[in-house]
């Protein structure tokens, strides 16, 4: 079965700083890798997302991750962030079979300090 | 825009109720999904949907049942409440099949708490 391992809990951070949020998932033949962003009280908005193509992926607000299938990983970064980015960070893969299911890993708690 | 709607933001039921999660998607999207989420265990299957009357167990559907009799709406049934299910539920949906519209899209969730 499918998995996703966030290597962080919590990554503390100063403003304007790079940071990387790791995420690596158990392989598969087909893998589609999805980056959500949850800001306080509210649901869960698509970062960026790899399909196929191009292994270095760019979303919104800045951030990219990279997708490395012999390692297995798909990172995610920014070179300078924000207070605003303050935010829990979860990394996702699609399982088995056609029906969409989502499996999870366990985020990572961004903390942009000033 | 994809809309994704949950009922109530914020409940909360006495131990023993039998409670209601409501979910509603506009996108015609045959695939519907219910996660509970919680600190440090990010988010959890619990039910899935993959069309009308349709459903599958998630990784923890133990205290749950689902319903889906249309194809816009999902609901999450409590059978009886009890504080351990205290937790955010968050809705999500997708359309089915692969290619660029793999996205699921996410209600704003809610945040549950059974006294």
């Known amino acids: 079965a499918q998995s996703v391992t966030q290597l962080d809990s919590q990554v503390p951070v100063f403003e304007e700083a790079p940071v990387e949020l790791r995420c690596n998932y158990s392989?598969?033949?087909?893998?589609?890798l999805f980056w959500y962003v949850q800001y306080p009280n509210q649901g869960l908005q698509l970062l960026l997302k790899?399909?196929?193509?191009?292994?270095l992926v760019k979303g919104i607000n800045g951030f990219e991750a990279e997708f490395n299938k012999s390692q297995t990983s798909f990172h995610l970064r920014k070179p300078s962030v924000h207070i605003s980015d303050t935010a829990e960070y979860f990394c996702?893969?699609?399982?088995?079979?056609?029906?969409?299911?989502?499996?999870f890993g366990q985020g990572t708690t961004l903390q942009v300090k000033p | 825009d994809v809309k994704v709607t949950q009922s109530s933001r914020y409940l909360v039921k006495r131990t023993g109720e039998k409670v209601f999660l409501e979910c509603v998607q506009d996108?015609?999207?045959?695939?519907m999904f219910w996660y509970r989420q919680d600190p440090g265990l990010g988010l959890r299957l619990i039910y899935f949907?993959?069309?009308?009357?349709?459903?599958e167990k998630g990784d923890i559907p133990e205290g749950y049942s689902v319903s889906r009799e249309k194809k816009e709406r999902f609901s999450l049934i409590l059978e009886s409440a009890s504080t351990n299910q205290t937790s955010m539920y968050l809705c999500?949906?997708?359309?089915?099949?692969?290619?660029?519209?793999?996205?699921?899209?996410f209600g704003q969730g809610t945040r549950l708490t059974v006294v």
């Open positions: 790899y399909l196929s193509g191009s292994t």
């Open positions: 999500a949906s997708r359309p089915r099949g692969g290619g660029m519209n793999t996205e699921a899209f």
């Open positions: 392989s598969s033949v087909s893998v589609y």
């Open positions: 949907s993959y069309d009308v009357k349709m459903k």
């Open positions: 996702a893969v699609y399982g088995s079979g056609n029906t969409g299911k989502l499996i």
């Open positions: 996108m015609d999207h045959e695939n």
